[in-house]
Structures are given as structure tokens and as C-alpha cells.
């Protein structure tokens, strides 16, 4: 990196500001937070400090599922949560998903809407959730009944919903489908498999949707600088709030908007955010294209394991830090041999994949932020400065909606009461 004390007197003069807004962090959220700030009041001076790479920590280096969650990972939730905060986060995915859509098109981020299932083998089979076939269909007509309500969730700030076409909204009914048994005639690797339907899912290319986010925001007057780790943040109450890259460059704003997700406590001592890894392993193409049964997204152990096909030969196969938690809470990348061993055991035992011709041609990590309640943490820290982390692996339909929220919240004049203004259940 460039020493910022070798910086020119117009580089200093433009990036120092004084700025009207500065959000720190330029993943999904980040980004979804700029662009509403401008496309509400387009005369605002926003700045964006990316540390590193637009997205490199999470958003680009995600599986590319935008989902709502798989059966048993929302029963899971909806026990945890109560009924109302179920609805109220289910909700916030469905609209981060629409806001996506409408504001980038489907073709900008690569999507597609895919079937979708959750797969579940026999109990005690490559599963550690507390979860089981019966007590999940048992769970589904409460699910389904409450799935119904989402579209008619009040989203805050906004007086009315738009609909978008790409989506095919409203979200089907019924949302999760009657299980059905999968065979090994079929190519499975396991009788007694069972597969849960999910009537709507979609998959994205992560990068080209964050270099749409940011082309979008540049579009606007947007300023976004990467390789800029903010360092540390002056006292939160003054007008002009000082933003520390070092002693050398100290960048000035009236307001503050912090979507450092994983990492939020490497610049804040709280609220907590706890960073947890996520390992991927990509396949190289497999001889004869990858089975049809395997083209779409799929989840296993309550949303802990996820695989999807990208294009017509590769497999995509990821997650299971369940195996490890203590080990996978870090924000260092590297890969744990066992989680490795894990999914590709998977992949031959429980999706039948023959061992001689899988061959994992990339693998790679990134960090998520989870909270201890399982939500996001959406925060005002004194009066002009905002946080909003913790997406608890689910921001690339979550980070949209809540980098509209924060944004949205930062705009409003006086305190607004998050709780009634519909931002938090
Ligand atoms: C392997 C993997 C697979 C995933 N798959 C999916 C999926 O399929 N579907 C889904 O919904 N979610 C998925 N997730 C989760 C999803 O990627 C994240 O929830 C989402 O990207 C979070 O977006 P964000 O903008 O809040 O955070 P990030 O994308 O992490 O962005 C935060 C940014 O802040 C920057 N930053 C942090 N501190 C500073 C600082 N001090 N100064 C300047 N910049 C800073 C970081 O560099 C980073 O770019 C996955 C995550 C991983 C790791």
C-alpha cells in the first residue's frame, strides 16, 4: 500500500472531506446503504472505505444462493425467534432478494431462479442439527401457513411494496413442499434419503453482483475507495466526526454508517460479532455433465451444508463449520482438513457421486458474522452514527434490505425508535 503520507495535496484535499456520509465496509450491505443514501437525496456527498477488495471478505466469496432458508433451518429459527421476529426477518430476506432484482435486474448479477430442495439422509447420517424428517414435516403446514404472511409483512419506510417480475412474486404457495423419497436407482447414494421441496430459490454469480452494486453506486456520484482500512473513529457526538486511516490521512463526515460485518469488533468493542469461516470446494467439471438430480441448490443439516451446480459440469459443495465450531471461529483463511474429508464423504455417500471422477479443483474461505441472537444487530451509536452487522450467513438476501434500512434510519430526521419504526420485530 501507498504510504498516505506520500499522497499528493488533491488526492488529501478529495479524500478528506468533509463528507455528508461515510459508510465503512463495501460488501452487499455497504454498497446497498450508499446507493439508497443517493437515490434518496442525490445531492449527498457519500464516501465508501473499503479495506480491501469490494466484497472479499464475504459477499464475493459466498456460494451465491439467494434463499429465505431450508426447512429445518427455519423451524430451528422460528423456535429460537417466536413467531413475529420469524416473520419480521423472513420478510427482510424476501425483500433484500426483490431489492436485488429491482435495482440491478436479473441479468447484472447472472441469477436465475432454480428448484430447490433440503436434503436430508437417514438419521444420524451426516447430520448433527437437532433435527429429524418427522418433527421438520410435522413443522411444515405451521411454516407454509406463516410463509403466506411475508409478502404482507410492513417493510419500514416504505409505504407500499413493489412487486418485480424476475422474482415471480408473490412467494409461491406452498412455499415447502410434502418430503419425498429418493432412491438409489436414481442415482443416490443412500435409500432412505428424503428431499423437501422449496418453491423458490435463486442462484447469482456473488461477483458480478458486486461489480454491479458498485458500478451502480458509481453511476450515482458514489466515491468508493479499496485498500482503505479504517483504523479507528473519533468520538461519535461531534458534528464533524474524524475517521482515522492513520495519523497521516484522517477523513472528516457529518455521519457514519458502519457495515463492517465480520470484523466490526476489530474496529468496535461492541456489540458482539462473532466472525465464523466458511470453506467452499468447487469440483472440476465432471465427465458427462453433472447428474440433473444435482442442478439447483440444495441444503442439508439445517442450512449448516449447502451444494448447487454451476453451469451444466461443475459442483459447487460448502459449509459444515458445525463440525468444528471452535475451530471455524476465526477470520484466518485457510482450509480444515476435516471439514474437507466431511463433504467430500458427502458427496460420494449421500449424493452418490463416483470417487474416481471428483476431483475438487478450487477451494477457498471467507467470514461470516454472527450475533449471539441470531440476527443482525441494526444500531444507532449516538446520533450520527449508525452499525448495522451481523448477518449471520445469510446477507446476500439479508444485506440489501438491512443496507436500505441503516441508510433509511440515517436519513430520518430526530431519533427515530427503531422498534416503531418497523426496523426491529
Ligand atoms: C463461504 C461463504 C458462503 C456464503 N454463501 C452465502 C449464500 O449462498 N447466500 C447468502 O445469503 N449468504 C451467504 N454467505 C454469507 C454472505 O456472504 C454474507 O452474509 C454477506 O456477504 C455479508 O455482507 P456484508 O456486506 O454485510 O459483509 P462483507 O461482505 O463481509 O462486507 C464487509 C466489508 O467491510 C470491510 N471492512 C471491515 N472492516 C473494515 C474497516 N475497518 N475498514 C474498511 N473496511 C472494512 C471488509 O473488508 C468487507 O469487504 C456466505 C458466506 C461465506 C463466507
Redesign the pocket.
Known amino acids: 500500500m501507498i504510504p498516505y503520507s506520500t499522497y499528493s495535496y488533491w488526492e488529501k484535499e478529495q479524500m478528506t472531506g468533509p463528507w455528508d456520509y461515510v459508510i ?8 446497498n446503504a450508499a446507493i439508497e443514501l443517493k437515490r434518496q437525496k442525490p445531492t449527498l456527498r457519500v464516501l465508501v ?4 477488495k ?14 429465505l432458508g431450508s426447512p429445518s433451518e427455519q423451524m430451528l429459527t422460528l423456535e429460537a425467534l417466536g413467531e413475529a421476529a420469524w416473520l419480521h426477518w423472513t420478510a427482510a430476506k424476501w425483500a433484500g432478494i426483490q431489492r436485488l432484482l429491482r435495482l440491478l435486474g436479473a441479468k447484472s448479477m447472472n441469477y436465475k431462479r432454480v428448484k430447490a430442495f433440503e436434503i436430508l439422509p437417514p438419521p444420524g447420517v451426516f447430520r448433527r442439527s437437532n433435527t429429524d424428517m418427522d418433527r421438520v414435516a410435522q413443522n411444515l403446514q405451521e411454516m407454509n401457513t406463516l410463509m403466506q404472511r411475508v409478502d404482507s409483512q410492513p417493510l419500514p419506510f416504505r409505504s407500499e411494496r413493489k412487486r418485480d417480475k424476475a422474482a415471480e412474486s408473490p412467494l409461491p404457495f406452498p412455499y415447502y413442499g410434502e418430503p419425498i423419497r429418493l432412491k438409489t436407482q436414481q442415482g443416490w447414494g443412500m435409500d432412505s434419503t428424503m428431499a423437501l421441496p422449496i418453491a423458490f430459490e435463486g442462484q447469482v454469480h ?1 461477483m458480478v453482483l458486486v461489480d454491479s452494486l458498485k458500478q451502480y453506486a458509481t453511476n450515482l456520484g458514489i466515491h468508493l475507495l479499496n485498500g ?4 479507528s473513529l473519533g468520538p461519535a457526538g461531534e458534528d464533524l466526526q474524524d475517521i482515522f486511516l492513520d495519523n497521516q490521512l484522517i477523513i472528516k463526515s457529518k455521519k457514519i454508517i458502519i ?6 469488533n ?2 468496535l468493542p461492541a456489540p458482539q460479532v462473532i466472525p465464523q ?4 470446494l468447487v469440483s472440476a467439471p465432471i465427465a458427462g455433465g453433472i447428474p440433473e438430480r444435482l442442478k439447483g441448490n440444495f441444503h442439508g443439516d439445517a442450512g449448516y451444508l ?1 451444494y448447487r451446480n454451476i453451469g451444466n459440469d461443475r459442483l459447487l459443495l ?1 459449509g459444515a463449520r458445525n463440525l468444528d465450531f471452535q475451530g471455524e471461529q476465526t477470520d484466518r483463511w485457510a482450509e480444515n482438513p476435516a471439514i474437507t474429508q466431511h463433504l467430500t464423504d458427502y458427496a460420494i455417500q449421500v449424493l452418490g457421486l463416483k470417487s474416481e471422477g471428483l476431483v475438487w479443483e478450487q477451494a ?6 454472527f450475533t449471539p441472537s441470531g440476527v443482525p444487530h441494526l444500531q444507532a451509536l449516538g446520533t450520527h452514527r449508525w452499525l ?2 451481523g ?9 440489501p434490505e ?2 436500505r434500512r441503516v441508510a433509511r434510519w440515517a436519513l430520518a430526521p430526530g431519533n427515530v425508535d427503531p422498534q416503531k419504526a418497523g426496523l426491529l420485530p
Not at 24 to 31: N, P, S, W
Not at 49 to 52: D, N, V
Not at 259 to 264: F, G, H, Q, V, Y
Not at 364 to 369: A, E, F, R, V
Open positions: 465503512v465496509g463495501a460488501g452487499v450491505t455497504g454498497l472505505l473499503e479495506a480491501k469490494s466484497g472479499a471478505v464475504a459477499s464475493s466469496r459466498s456460494a451465491g444462493f439467494l434463499c456473488p482503505f482500512p479504517v483504523e457495515c463492517t460485518n465480520a470484523l466490526t476489530v474496529l469461516r466458511g470453506q467452499v449447502y460448502g477457498w474461505s471467507g467470514t461470516m458474522g448495522v452487522a448477518m449471520n450467513g445469510m446477507g446476500m438476501a439479508l444485506g438491512m443496507g
